[in-house]
C-alpha cells in the first residue's frame, strides 16, 4: 500500500491511495488489511486521533484481487461504504471483453469523478 496526501494547485486536499492485496485472500483478511491501515481516515478513527480526515476526499485504487462483479465482494463493498463512505467506481460495465474480471478497481470518498481509459 502507498499513500499520498495531495495539495492541489487551488488548495484543497485529498489522499490518494494504491493498494495491492495478494491473490486468494479471504475476504475477511482483505477487510482486516484495510481497516488497519485505513483506521485514521475513518470517522471513528477521526475522532480518536482528534483529526478531520474522515473528511478529506479519498482515492483508494488498485488491484484487490477480488472480483467486484461477484456477489462474494459485497462484504467488502459494504465494510468500505459504511467504514469509509467509499463508493465504488464500477467500470466493470464499461469492459465489454469476455475475458474481463473487475479485481482492479477504484473507489472513492467525496466529490472525485474517475475516468478510464481503455489501452490495446
Known sequence: MCASHVKLEDG??????????SPNKKINYIISFLHERLFPYS???SIIFKTN???LPLILAGDFNVNFA????TPLI?????????QINNFCNILQLPSANCHSNTVVRGNIECHYYRSH
Open 70 to 73: 461477484k456477489d462474494e465482494s
Open 78 to 86: 459494504t465494510f468500505l461504504q459504511e467504514e469509509f463512505q467509499l
Open 53 to 55: 480526515k474522515d473528511k
Open 43 to 45: 470517522h471513528r478513527g
Open 12 to 21: 484543497s486536499e485529498l489522499m490518494m491511495i494504491v493498494v495491492y492485496i
